[in-house]
């Protein structure tokens, strides 16, 4: 960790300046940012230092309206700063857990906690700017790999042909828009044991909400049961066939545009993780679902609108 990195930023923030000397500094992880505790002074708040590359795929000042709109959701911390430019951004501190997949099994109730966040930011009325458009991104995450020269797993482009008969049954009885979350890893949940929070606002934007139920799924490694905890606490009891075979269509789907996202990182040569062995690995598990009974009868209930 660069501490002079960090009070260099704070002293660059004018409500921080007098105290960044003496903060104290504690990182708390992030893909593709860093993100650290500070405290020493006041409250303690967080604070999130834009990753290298970044700025060629996310959009900041995108980000920084839907997180004020998250906020006044009631879903994410309140936005102490943010500068659209340089992508710097501080956030009050909540106290909780940062969950995981086994944070989630381990935690009773947690599914459940993370449908009633979602819920709640879907039903909050707040308009995000973007709009989070699964096989548009697909489209440009593809143009900027071509730019970067980078490879792509054997069979990734004939899968996209695939997909257009998943693009099709979901245009057929298109979802009403809502602001949803769009990339809800286990650690963008900070869970207190009485409800959950969420963070990190960067691919936010109006989508299905129903996209927020399968991506958790996945990214959480839900079993049946976890998964029935989450659909049915987030619909008040089980859910329609069409709205379940949304929810099981979009696992594969997120799994096949998170691809693209991990192929960046690699061609940034981002030192988080192996992010070409994560990108095959989400690849793998798409083209496994989407060879599945299971997705087969979700994409004809979509196309069928069933109840």
């Known amino acids: ?20 000397d003496a903060a104290e500094v504690a990182p708390l992880g992030g893909l593709t940012n860093r ?19 970044t700025e060629t795929y996310i959009d900041r000042a995108v980000e920084a309206h839907n997180a004020a709109a998250a906020a006044r959701a009631g879903v994410t911390p309140e936005v102490l700063f943010v500068d659209p430019a340089s992508g710097v951004l501080a956030t009050r501190h909540v106290e909780g857990v940062t969950m995981s997949p086994a944070l989630f099994a381990a935690r009773p109730g947690a599914p459940a906690r993370a449908a009633a966040a979602l819920r709640a930011l879907h039903d909050s009325g707040e308009t995000f700017r973007f709009r989070f458009e699964l096989f548009a991104m697909i489209d440009d995450y593809l143009g900027l790999l071509d730019r970067l020269g980078a490879a792509l797993p054997e069979g990734y482009h004939g899968v996209v042909a695939e997909a257009g008969a998943v693009r099709a049954a979901l245009a057929s009885h298109p ?45 959480a490694g839900f079993d049946p049961a976890q998964d029935r905890e989450l659909i049915e606490a987030y619909f008040g009891g089980a859910p329609t066939a069409a709205a379940a075979g949304r929810v099981v269509i979009y696992k594969a789907m997120c799994d096949l545009l998170w691809t693209l996202w991990g192929l960046i990182q690699h061609a940034h040569a981002n030192p ?34 069933a109840t």
Do not use: K, Q
């Open 35 to 53: 993100v650290f505790r500070v405290s020493g002074a006041g409250e303690p708040f967080v604070l999130r230092l834009p990753g290298p590359g």
């Open 272 to 305: 988080a993780d192996d992010f070409w062995a994560y990108a095959c690995n989400r690849f793998a598990r798409c083209r496994a679902l989407m060879a599945s009974a299971e997705f087969a009868a979700s994409v004809a209930a979509v196309r069928a609108n």
């Open 1 to 20: 960790m660069d501490r002079d990195e960090v009070v260099a930023a704070l002293r660059a923030i004018p409500a921080f300046a007098a105290t960044a």
């Open 175 to 219: 979802a009403p828009l809502a602001p949803c979350h769009c990339d809800p890893l286990c650690e963008n949940f900070i869970d207190t044991g009485a409800r959950m929070w969420l963070v990190d606002w960067e691919y936010s934007g109006m989508n299905d909400p129903l996209w927020d139920l399968g991506d958790i799924s996945v990214e």
